[in-house]
């Protein structure tokens, strides 16, 4: 666990230094001063100033930020550079800055999954189309808590090699597959072959259908999917590139669509995020996959980061835009005592949600 935590900081860091650095180019091309650049937070280590911007290492290597004069407008004085501040620059620059951020990092998930597919990734049959797959092989993508197939040790990206029952045997491709073969051998012991992601080894485990929790037929508990690996050449990555990261973009933004409606009905959905504690154990399993499914996780990490961040809640850039959208309709600028204080209870708010799903990650590992 130490190595994926580790793993899980590094993504993390180069993420956001990629967002920042991303507000750090834009600023600087629209002649905004930028006083501090910095890996990492507070407090500092060291640090050496080029130009008028100051490059930092810092000690908590959980990220860092750029500090871009004006930000606050509370900071800015009547001295030469108030014309560089950001503040006083027009709504188009302030919105180009703060949409930067989100830009650079579905840039960085283009160019992690452009890697992952010249490299090798591995993908669903369903998801490759035309894709001529290789080392194609059934792989388990669920394993349901406490079912037959958990308590009989089967685990996530186990390879699924047969099914069998007195004379019947399949070779299952997809999840009907298997849900067929135990419907029609539901009251009997069924023999699964698979092998082992981890050890690597062929393994013979016998499972008998049980009718569980919010099922009114027998199950042994065990979702599969098709897989194999993707190699294209660089016309190819390009396309389908594209294809991923738009895909997926689009599916992050209904599933955060869904959980804030989800929020505010009362259905919550929080039991579905997770947390540094989650994301590090679902890094100790993909890493076992290769550096191509850590580039195709990192990938999925840098698109929730940007679609996060365009959500209009104060404290996210998504916030400071509708803050943005707001002045330029009523040409006038907010008060800067409300921007305050709707910036800090949004800054609360989200440590709150960070506590109850780091909560949630500890309950679930416990």
């Known amino acids: 666990m130490f190595i994926s935590t580790l793993i899980f900081l590094a993504i993390l860091v180069v993420l956001v230094v990629v967002h920042e650095f991303g507000h750090f180019i834009v600023a600087k091309a629209f002649g905004i001063r930028v006083d501090e650049f910095a890996f990492g937070f507070p407090p500092k280590l060291f640090g050496k100033k080029i130009g008028e911007t100051e490059y930092q290492i810092n000690l908590l290597p959980i990220g860092g930020y750029v500090k871009i004069y004006g930000e606050d407008p509370n900071a800015v004085t009547e001295g030469p550079d108030r014309s560089r501040s950001f503040a006083h620059k027009p709504r188009y620059v302030q919105a180009a800055v703060l949409l930067a951020g989100v830009t650079m990092n579905l840039i960085c998930a283009w160019v992690l999954l452009f890697a992952a597919y010249t490299l090798g990734a591995e993908m669903s049959q369903q998801a490759a189309g035309d894709i001529l797959l290789q080392n194609e092989r059934t792989m388990v993508v669920q394993v349901v808590e406490n079912s037959p197939a958990a308590l009989a040790g089967i685990k996530i990206r186990d390879s699924i090699m047969s099914l069998s029952a007195g004379k019947e045997s399949i070779e299952p491709v997809t999840s009907i597959d298997v849900s067929s073969f135990v419907k029609k051998h539901a009251d009997d012991s069924i023999v699964v072959t698979y092998k082992s992601s981890i050890e690597n080894s062929i393994r013979i485990a016998t499972i008998t259908p049980i009718v569980m929790q919010g099922n009114d ?79 195709v996780f990192s990938a999925l990490i840098s698109i929730n980061l940007a679609v996060l961040n365009l959500i209009p809640f104060p404290a996210l850039d998504g916030g400071r835009l509708l803050f943005v959208a707001i002045e330029a309709v009523i040409r006038r600028p907010l008060p800067i005592a409300f921007q305050g204080w709707a910036n800090t209870i949004g800054f609360g708010l989200l440590l709150l949600l960070m506590l109850v799903v780091t909560w949630g990650d500890i309950a679930r590992l416990m």
Request: aromatic residues 6%; positive net charge; proline residues 3%.
């Open 217 to 295: 037929a027998k199950r042994i508990g065990l979702g599969v999917d098709r897989v194999g690996v993707a190699k294209l050449s660089f016309v190819d990555a390009v396309k389908q590139t594209s294809v991923t990261t738009y895909t997926i973009t689009r599916d992050t933004v209904g599933a955060f669509v869904t959980l804030i409606t989800g929020i505010f009905s009362g259905a919550s959905g929080t039991e579905n995020l997770a947390g540094p504690i989650g994301i590090v154990s679902i890094v100790d399993r993909i890493k076992e996959a290769g550096v191509p499914a850590l580039l």
